[in-house]
Nanobody, 126 residues
Framework: VQLQASGGGLVQAGGSLRLSCAAS????????MGWFRQAPGKEREFVAS????????YVADSLKGRFTISRDNARSTVYLQMNSLKPEDTAVYYC????????????????????WGQGTLVTVSS
């Protein structure tokens, strides 16, 4: 499956962005999806995951209440809604896919995913 992330950009602190990740090449509804991010000089970290059906989602504890993950299987797209953005949210955001039925809270490691998009840069100014 091929993944194309988009929606990044420059936003002021307190603002919102919605990232999209469009999938192609395989049956999107068979795949659980995840978002990760990598800030300059830091390791890539887990952001959120969602089961193929959308019935199970998980957001990193530090981001709960501000970030929401969702998907539209008809559009083969997963979304990451980011609100109340902070300068520390500045990073390249990556989407990833894996064919599994385990609950979303078990999909927090990069090793859980087989396919990756190219990343989209989010910059939050103070």
């Amino acid at each position: 499956v091929q993944l194309q992330a988009s929606g990044g950009g420059l936003v002021q602190a307190g603002g919102s962005l919605r990232l999209s990740c469009a999938a192609s090449g395989r049956t999107f509804s068979n795949y659980a999806m995840g978002w990760f991010r990598q800030a300059p000089g830091k390791e890539r970290e887990f952001v959120a995951s969602i089961l193929w059906s959308g019935t199970s989602t998980y957001v990193a504890d530090s981001l709960k209440g501000r970030f929401t993950i969702s998907r539209d299987n008809a559009r083969s797209t997963v979304y990451l809604q980011m609100n109340s953005l902070k300068p520390e949210d500045t990073a390249v955001y990556y989407c990833a896919a894996t064919r599994t039925s385990v609950a979303a809270d078990r999909l927090r490691s990069q090793n859980d995913y087989n396919y990756w998009g190219q990343g989209t840069l989010v910059t939050v100014s103070s």
